[in-house]
């Protein structure tokens, strides 16, 4: 017979134990720990519209205060179809085609717990966002990369690129499904309208679906385009598009997710959904018509506001002799720091942090094989002008005195 309090109780399962917890959340924790300035986890130090603050209080005054409908509040869901089609031009039923979740992250795993089975394959591309491995271990999924590569000596718009034979191969019988993420998390590349269409003919060859995490679709710089995959011929059928409301409005805090899908995989993700969560803080989603209905101009503003901010900073840490690939898309930079330490990139940012006190993401997080990101590290801007100039300041003084 077992003891109580004895090893076997409190044995993880083997899910849990294949991979590690958030890296980015722990460097925020080594942050705080060590007073530096947190360039690591993607969350703005700004407010997020006054309007926006007013209404979500407008909300909890009006006693908006219990359960919303499982899959999200009807007027919600009304004015996420509206902002959806007066950007893409895709009309979206909101009573059938439309799941709100606590956040676009609770959105990706409860579409492939829905639509993936244990030994079917989804192709990701990496470096990618670091829950999507996790997400894939847990539906049963065998992941397979596809790797997004830096062009030699370049940055900017077109740095980071794909083989498409490495992407064809990718594909095979037990493909289920690919994830994709543009403008992308951690590298800032906003993939094309013909890198688009070539993975969306993929998809129809091998009847495939496309998860797409769409979360910094309104963040993008130097005139490139965000292309909806659902746009593309044969992929409204076959795509589940993902957002949420925490980086275009700054409410990373108020988690307020959704996917878009088709009728029989919004059910599916639905069922999943509500024995996940229940459903999201029916307050913040009254406050997010408020915010899907803000005009043209705000959307402008934000680009301009992060490209000002990328134009700011990129240039502060080639000073400080790190290797910058400046996004197109998205608030990261992705940096080299081979001329800069023998460390790899953990122990570096673990040096990073306590001294000078600026806090990044190591690269490894990012891929499948730790070493593969060994020389990089990613920084993100989505932050006051103030944090940036003090982030300048220390990384300044670091790279004079070493």
Same mark, same amino acid.
């Given at each position: 017979?077992?003891?109580?309090?004895?090893?076997?109780?409190?044995?993880?399962?083997?899910?849990?134990?294949?991979?590690? +917890?958030?890296? *980015?959340?722990?460097?925020?924790?080594?942050?705080? #720990?060590?007073? =530096?300035?947190? %360039? @690591?986890?993607?969350? /703005?130090?700004?407010?997020?519209?006054?309007?926006?603050?007013?209404?979500?209080?407008?909300?909890?005054?009006?006693?908006?205060?219990?359960?919303?409908?499982?899959?999200?509040?009807?007027?919600?869901?009304?004015?996420?179809?509206?902002?959806?089609?007066?950007?893409?031009?895709?009309?979206?039923?909101? +009573?059938?085609? *439309?799941?709100?979740?606590?956040?676009?992250?609770? #959105?990706?795993? =409860?579409?492939? %717990? @829905?639509?993936?089975? /244990?030994?079917?394959?989804?192709?990701?591309?990496?470096?990618?966002?670091?829950?999507?491995?996790?997400?894939?271990?847990?539906?049963?999924?065998?992941?397979?990369?596809?790797?997004?590569?830096?062009?030699?000596?370049?940055?900017?718009?077109?740095?980071?690129?794909?083989?498409?034979?490495?992407?064809?191969?990718?594909?095979?019988?037990?493909?289920?499904?690919?994830?994709?993420?543009?403008?992308?998390?951690?590298?800032?590349?906003?993939?094309?309208?013909?890198?688009?269409?070539?993975?969306?003919?993929?998809?129809?060859?091998?009847?495939?679906?496309?998860?797409?995490?769409?979360?910094?679709?309104?963040?993008?710089?130097?005139?490139?385009?965000?292309?909806?995959?659902?746009?593309?011929?044969?992929?409204?059928?076959?795509?589940?598009?993902?957002?949420?409301?925490?980086?275009?409005?700054?409410?990373?805090?108020?988690?307020?997710?959704?996917?878009?899908?088709?009728?029989?995989?919004?059910?599916?993700?639905?069922?999943?959904?509500?024995?996940?969560?229940?459903?999201?803080?029916?307050?913040?989603?009254?406050?997010?018509?408020?915010?899907?209905?803000?005009?043209?101009?705000?959307?402008?503003?934000?680009?301009?506001?992060?490209?000002?901010?990328?134009?700011?900073?990129?240039?502060?840490?080639?000073?400080?002799?790190?290797?910058?690939?400046?996004?197109?898309?998205?608030?990261?930079?992705?940096?080299?720091?081979?001329?800069?330490?023998?460390?790899?990139?953990?122990?570096?940012?673990?040096?990073?942090?306590?001294?000078?006190?600026?806090?990044?993401?190591?690269?490894?997080?990012?891929?499948?094989?730790?070493?593969?990101?060994?020389?990089?590290?990613?920084?993100?801007?989505?932050?006051?002008?103030?944090?940036?100039?003090?982030?300048?300041?220390?990384?300044?003084?670091?790279?004079?005195?070493?």
């Amino acid at each position: 017979m077992m003891k109580s309090g004895s090893a076997g109780a409190a044995r993880l399962s083997a899910k849990a134990r294949l991979f590690s +917890e958030s890296v *980015i959340r722990e460097m925020t924790r080594h942050a705080l #720990a060590h007073g =530096a300035v947190n %360039l @690591a986890q993607g969350f /703005p130090d700004f407010p997020c519209p006054e309007e926006i603050k007013e209404a979500a209080c407008r909300a909890i005054r009006g006693d908006v205060n219990q359960y919303a409908i499982t899959w999200g509040a009807k007027g919600f869901r009304e004015a996420l179809a509206a902002k959806v089609g007066r950007f893409t031009g895709m009309q979206v039923d909101p +009573e059938r085609e *439309i799941t709100v979740t606590c956040g676009s992250t609770e #959105a990706m795993i =409860a579409a492939l %717990l @829905a639509v993936v089975d /244990p030994g079917d394959e989804v192709v990701v591309f990496e470096p990618f966002y670091e829950n999507y491995g996790p997400d894939a271990i847990l539906c049963g999924a065998t992941p397979r990369f596809v790797s997004l590569r830096p062009a030699a000596g370049e940055g900017g718009a077109g740095a980071w690129t794909y083989d498409p034979a490495e992407l064809r191969r990718a594909f095979g019988p037990r493909t289920r499904a690919v994830i994709l993420n543009t403008p992308n998390n951690p590298t800032g590349k906003v993939f094309t309208r013909a890198e688009l269409e070539e993975i969306a003919a993929l998809c129809v060859e091998h009847d495939c679906l496309a998860i797409t995490d769409e979360i910094y679709e309104h963040i993008l710089f130097d005139g490139h385009e965000h292309v909806l995959i659902a746009t593309l011929p044969g992929m409204r059928e076959r795509t589940i598009t993902i957002n949420g409301l925490s980086k275009t409005y700054s409410v990373t805090g108020w988690r307020i997710g959704y996917a878009i899908a088709p009728p029989a995989l919004t059910a599916g993700i639905r069922k999943v959904h509500d024995f996940l969560t229940v459903g999201a803080a029916a307050p913040l989603q009254e406050a997010g018509i408020t915010a899907l209905s803000l005009p043209d101009a705000y959307y402008h503003s934000l680009a301009d506001l992060y490209r000002a901010k990328r134009d700011r900073f990129v240039p502060v840490l080639e000073r400080a002799g790190f290797r910058c690939f400046a996004p197109s898309g998205a608030y990261y930079v992705m940096a080299d720091i081979s001329g800069l330490t023998k460390l790899d990139a953990t122990a570096f940012a673990l040096e990073l942090v306590r001294d000078p006190g600026v806090a990044v993401v190591p690269g490894p997080s990012f891929f499948s094989k730790p070493q593969d990101g060994r020389s990089l590290v990613r920084f993100c801007f989505c932050k006051r002008d103030e944090t940036l100039d003090e982030a300048a300041r220390r990384l300044e003084r670091w790279a004079s005195s070493r």
